[in-house]
């Protein structure tokens, strides 16, 4: 006899791959943003994986997170850390937020996956969730994102020479 498949599986299947896929390209852009910034200390990442936790990336700057909800959908949370003022870091903070709606946009994936973003919860103060995780370190690993030199940051170094 041949063995039926769930379509509401296949359904939640493919939404959670698009999702993943979305997740993993959000990473990948905000790790090429960290890269720019001059000072190692903000560079630093720490990152975890399990059964819940898909992916979790916690920077003094930024927070992005991976997971599967208690009902096996999965789901993207993310935070930034809140700028007084306009900088490089605010700059970056805005970019990466507006890269989180865009990447997950329906305009732009072959699903609509506009829902995955959850806000029930935002990380408003990564820097202290970051010194926090740091401290207590049990189930992430820290890593360094190397440095990127930009091509605006060799401008104005060309000019002052």
């Known amino acids: ?27 990948k852009l905000a790790k090429n943003q960290l ?11 720490l990152t975890r994986s399990d059964r819940i936790i898909i992916h979790e990336f916690v920077t003094p700057v930024i927070y992005l997170r991976l ?24 700059k970056l903070t805005s970019s990466f937020t507006r890269a989180i ?23 408003y103060n990564p820097s202290e969730l970051y010194e926090h995780v740091e401290e207590r370190n049990k189930h992430h690993t820290f890593a360094l994102i190397k440095y ?5 940051q060799r401008k104005r170094m060309l000019s002052v020479a």
Not at 5 to 24: D, F, G, H, M, S
Not at 101 to 120: A, G, M
Not at 148 to 152: L, S
Request: aromatic residues 12%; charged residues 20%; proline residues 1%.
């Open 101 to 123: 709606y865009r990447l997950t946009s329906k305009d732009t994936t072959s699903i609509d996956i506009e829902n995955s973003v959850h806000t029930d919860w935002v990380i």
């Open 67 to 90: 997971d599967c909800t208690s009902y096996g959908v999965y789901a993207i949370h993310y935070g930034f850390e809140l700028m007084q003022k306009a900088t490089e870091l605010s």
């Open 35 to 45: 890269a720019t910034i001059e000072y190692e200390e903000l560079r630093y990442s």
């Open 148 to 152: 990127r030199d930009t091509a605006t």
């Open 1 to 27: 006899m041949k063995q039926q498949t769930n379509p509401i599986n296949n359904e939640l299947l493919a939404y959670n791959k698009c999702v993943q896929a979305a997740y993993y390209k959000i990473l």
